[in-house]
């Protein structure tokens, strides 16, 4: 059977996530590799409702203990229902960010402490990505790029600063699990970045 692939894309907002996603599942396509194509929060009927409910604006405001708490209850009924079957089957996962998201916005943006984020995380990941494209660079150039957009969902809303944290905290991680991590320069062009990403792939087709 070949060897199954767990892959997550990560970066702040309008680092081109969705563009890598896109490439991504049209490389392994031509390849003909089995995957699947998901995304954080969300993947399943709950954790889709879930992530309705943490990007609304509506009702009250959400406590940062809430928004963690929404985000793993999501990402357990995720691994569980999508993401662990699908590896079972051979077939790789694509992922439109994972828990690496968690440590970056709800620790380093929200504040909240690293022992509780690994103790949600013993709770409810047991399967962690072999790779993760972590798409780095400047806040503004990521707010300029999602300028246009008519509507901003509840944490696109934040201020620079938070924004400033989560990268930090994404950047933090990658340096402390350099094997998982591939940092890749978002403020290049985007022939550029899909270029990156797909000489990193090649060599993980050639390794299998
Ligand atoms: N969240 C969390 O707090 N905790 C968690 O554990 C998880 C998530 C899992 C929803 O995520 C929110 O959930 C997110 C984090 C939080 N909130 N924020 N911020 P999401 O992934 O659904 O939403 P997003 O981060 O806001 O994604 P995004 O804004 O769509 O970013 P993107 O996918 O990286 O951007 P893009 O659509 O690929 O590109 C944006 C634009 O830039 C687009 O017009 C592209 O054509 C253009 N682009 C892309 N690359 C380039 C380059 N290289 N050059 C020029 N232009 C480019």
């Given at each position: 059977?070949?060897?199954?692939f ?5 970066g702040?907002?309008?680092m ?19 995957h ?10 709950i ?15 959400m406590?940062?203990?809430?928004e963690?708490?929404l ?15 699908a ?45 993760t494209?972590?798409?780095?660079g400047?806040?503004d ?7 246009k ?9 934040e ?11 994404y ?38």
């Amino acid at each position: 059977m070949e060897k199954h692939f767990f892959i997550s894309i990560e970066g702040i907002e309008g680092m081109g996530k969705t563009t890598v996603f896109d490439a991504l599942h049209q490389c392994l396509t031509e390849k003909g590799i089995k995957h699947i194509l998901t995304r954080e929060p969300g993947g399943t009927i709950i954790a889709e409702a879930i992530r309705q409910i943490l990007l609304s604006h509506e009702g009250e405001e959400m406590l940062p203990i809430t928004e963690m708490l929404l985000m793993f209850a999501s990402r357990a009924q995720h691994v569980d229902h999508v993401i662990k079957p699908a590896l079972a089957k051979g077939e790789w996962v694509i992922c439109d960010r994972f828990a690496d998201a968690s440590y970056a916005y709800q620790g380093g943006g929200r504040g909240l402490s690293k022992g509780m984020l690994d103790t949600l995380s013993s709770w409810t990941v047991d399967t962690m990505p072999d790779l993760t494209f972590l798409l780095d660079g400047p806040v503004d150039l990521g707010v300029e790029r999602i300028a246009k957009r008519s509507t901003k969902d509840r944490i696109e809303t934040e201020k620079h600063d938070f924004f400033e944290r989560a990268r930090q905290a994404y950047l933090d991680r990658a340096k402390s699990q350099p094997d998982r991590f591939v940092i890749i320069d978002a403020s290049q062009s985007k022939e550029q970045v899909l270029a990156e990403v797909l000489v990193t792939m090649a060599k993980q087709l050639n390794d299998k």
